[in-house]
């Protein structure tokens, strides 16, 4: 299952089975709450095996599928750059 496809479940299982566009501001829409963004934030770290710092908490990072996606992305790659 492709990174896109985990996020969309999970948004997808957390908002009663409500289909959201991809680019659609999950937040700014009412979807979704401040609590569930931490939900979300526990979920990203643990899933992609990913550590979250305080520059990371951006709500641009997590307003909407394809935003988590690119985060996790942008995440993984600085992952790899510092390792190489």
Known sequence: MSDIDLIE???YSHL??????HDE???ES??????FAVQVLTWVEK???LDIVSEDLR???FRSI?????FVESKRSVT????A
């Open 9 to 11: 479940e999970f948004i």
């Open 16 to 21: 009663n089975g409500l289909k959201v566009g």
């Open 25 to 27: 501001d999950i937040f």
């Open 30 to 35: 009412g979807y979704v709450s401040s609590l």
């Open 47 to 49: 899933t992609f095996d």
């Open 59 to 61: 709500l641009e990072n």
């Open 66 to 70: 394809s935003a988590i996606a690119a």
């Open 80 to 83: 790899v750059d510092a390792g």
